[in-house]
């Protein structure tokens, strides 16, 4: 229970730090951990014209593999079906343009990859 505890917390943390470093990017975020039914997308920005749905992936040491890596195809999907859930229930339309990308943390060195998988 602790272990899951302080995960959790370890996450939020790291989601902040992304939210931040997006931020002084010039992306406006919109949401923190958006939940529905199919899952969990960590933040949700507006970047010009496009939405943007990030997934926030941190690791300590090259151990357990590249943080990047962690968002394998079955995340993707995962991700997709709530992207399609937010626009569907929030944005009211499946026409706006839209990005996924990843947020590493791996250590103290942030990677950010734009458009890092297409929508499945």
């Not at 569907?88 to 996924?100: A, E, H, K, L, N």
């Amino acid at each position: 229970m602790r272990e899951n505890y302080n995960k959790r917390r370890l996450g939020g943390f790291y989601e902040e730090q992304a939210a931040r470093y997006l931020e002084e990017q010039g992306l406006a975020i919109l949401e923190h951990n958006y939940r529905c039914r199919f899952g969990e997308i960590d933040l949700i920005a507006q970047d010009g014209e496009y939405l943007v749905f990030v997934e926030v992936k941190y690791r300590s040491s090259r151990h357990s593999g590249s943080p990047l890596a962690a968002v394998d195809a079955a995340k993707q999907h995962v991700i997709s079906r709530v992207a399609k859930n937010y626009l569907m229930t929030c944005r009211r339309s499946v026409d706006i343009p839209c990005r996924f990308d990843v947020v590493g943390f791996d250590g103290d060195e942030i990677t950010w990859v734009k458009n890092a998988f297409d929508y499945r």
